[in-house]
Each structure stands twice: as structure tokens, then as C-alpha cells.
């Protein structure tokens, strides 16, 4: 089988990071996440994408420990498989492996094409990217977009 090359930087715009979300509970972090995500195009339908998260939440923890959450929707309501980051100033309640409270949320929008290969592999990256204490640490004190973008590309 055929390695697909995954580039984040293709995945991840900057105007979908928000390093200073001022939000209180997982939802309201998650519809933050969404808003970015219909402003720069990626989201065509807000009602069905957090419907689609909201029901695979549901599912199973998505909190991955360490502070960090990957929410992730496949959803009719895509246009175009993309990530949206935020940091939140507060620890926010969310289902964890660690039952630790989390600050940084990685939101998956992933279209209706990309649900099965392409996903799971863009999961696989991110979530062995996360493996890495360094590039967590990373993520989660980053200044700025592009350093997040970098520290999550970097191959493992």
C-alpha cells in the first residue's frame, strides 16, 4: 500500500488558530473552533458539522490528555477536510484519558469524501505527533500559528 503524505499546512489555515479563546465549557469551544472554520470557507453547514461532532462525542473520549482534545466531525457540512486549533485560557471540563482538565482543542472538519482512508490517517498524525512530549509542549505554548503548524508536521 501506497504511504499518502499528509501536509498540515495544507490542512490547517492560520485564521483557523485562535491561541486566546475566552471560553467556558467544551461546547462553546467547539462552536468557536466551527466559527473559524465556516469563515475561512471550510464549513458550509455550522447546524450539521456540530451536530456530526457533537454525536461522535457521544461516542468516546476525545480528550487525549495532557490538556488536548481532537473533536473531530465528518460531515456533510464540509466543504473541505481542515483543522481548526484554540487554545482556551481557562482548563476546560471535557472527557479525558487523564481526567485532567484541557486548554488546547484540535477541531477535525472532515468531508464525506475523506471519512475513511484519509481521516484516519490524518488522525494517526496528529495523535503520533502528540506522542512526543516535546512537540505537546509546543502546541501548547506556541506564540503564534505557524509554530503549531510546524511542531505538528515535523515527522516522527
Request: glycine share 6%.
Amino acid at each position: 500500500m501506497e504511504e499518502l503524505e499528509i501536509d498540515l499546512s495544507e490542512l490547517i489555515d492560520e485564521t483557523a488558530i485562535d491561541l486566546k479563546m475566552d471560553v467556558q465549557s467544551k461546547s462553546e469551544a467547539i462552536e468557536k473552533l466551527t466559527d473559524l472554520l465556516i469563515s475561512n470557507g471550510a464549513i458550509e453547514s455550522k447546524e450539521t458539522f456540530l451536530e456530526d461532532v457533537f454525536e461522535r462525542e457521544e461516542q468516546g473520549l476525545t480528550g487525549i490528555g495532557n490538556g488536548i482534545a481532537i473533536p473531530h466531525g465528518k460531515s456533510t457540512g464540509v466543504q473541505k477536510t481542515s483543522i481548526a486549533i484554540g487554545r482556551s485560557k481557562n482548563g476546560l471540563e471535557w472527557e479525558t484519558l487523564d481526567e485532567e482538565p484541557v486548554q488546547t482543542i484540535i477541531l477535525f472538519a472532515v468531508t464525506e469524501n475523506d471519512k475513511n482512508n484519509f481521516h484516519l490517517k490524518l488522525l494517526a498524525k496528529i495523535a503520533g505527533a502528540l506522542a512526543d512530549e516535546n512537540v505537546c509542549y509546543q502546541v501548547k505554548n506556541a506564540d503564534n500559528a505557524n509554530e503549531i503548524i510546524r511542531a505538528l508536521q515535523k515527522e516522527n
